[in-house]
Structures are given as structure tokens and as C-alpha cells.
């Protein structure tokens, strides 16, 4: 059985920094990539980051550049998300979920196990 779970969640002021952390742990195959989604009430779930698992690939949504960045430690099975620069607009629950492939992708179907997400709440 694979677990996933997410800690790191919380309340910041716009401007502020947050750090989110993804442990996974039972039978996965390997190798997988890792990632990051996000999903606000009313709204699909959507891709913010995520690297390969050789960590040589990352991928981040435009609206992320610059301001979050995904590492991953392939020795533990875990991976971080810093987000910096934090907006309002950021404020959503999220997800961390392990990829079904090697490479990066944004698609949500290619995430084979996912945690129960975190809340995210940046205040204005």
C-alpha cells in the first residue's frame, strides 16, 4: 500500500513564504516522477510543479515561475515545494501526488497516488 502525505500547510500574509513537504512511502515502482497540484473550491484540480525522478527535469505552471520551487530528495522519497512571493490568488488546498511515469508531466491522470492535500491561505 503507498502512502502520501503532505505537512507544511497554513495561514500567511501576502508577500509571505511557505514551505510544503510530500512523504511517500510503500511499493511504488520506480522510477516516478513527483509533483504538485492545487485545487480551489468549485474548481479542477491543477497542476503547479513537478520534477522527474532523476530530478534533472522540472516543470512549473506560468502563474508559479519564478516565485515556487520543487526539489526532491530521491534517498527519502520526499519532496518540497518553497513558495515565496505568496498572493492571495495562491490560496487554495494542496495536493502532492506520485507520477505513473519517469518524466515530468502536468497531466492529472498521470499521478497514480496522490495525499490529501494541505490548505493554503494567503491573506491580502
Known amino acids: 500500500q503507498v502512502q502520501v502525505e503532505e505537512s507544511g500547510g497554513g495561514l500567511v500574509q501576502t508577500g509571505g513564504s511557505l514551505i510544503l513537504s510530500c512523504a511517500a512511502s510503500?511499493?511504488?515502482?520506480?522510477?516516478?516522477?513527483m509533483g504538485w497540484f492545487r485545487q480551489a473550491p468549485g474548481t479542477e484540480r491543477k497542476f503547479v510543479a513537478g520534477?522527474?525522478?532523476?530530478?534533472?527535469?522540472?516543470k512549473y505552471v506560468n502563474s508559479v515561475e519564478g516565485r515556487f520551487t520543487i526539489s526532491r530528495d530521491g534517498a527519502v522519497n520526499t519532496v518540497r515545494l518553497h513558495m515565496n512571493s505568496l498572493k492571495p490568488e495562491d490560496t487554495s488546498v494542496y495536493f502532492c501526488a506520485v507520477g505513473a511515469t519517469a518524466d515530468v508531466t502536468e497531466r492529472v491522470y498521470s499521478y497514480a497516488y496522490w495525499g490529501q492535500g494541505t490548505q493554503v491561505t494567503v491573506s491580502s
Open positions: 520534477i522527474s525522478w532523476d530530478v534533472n527535469s522540472v
Open positions: 510503500g511499493r511504488i515502482t520506480w522510477p516516478y516522477s
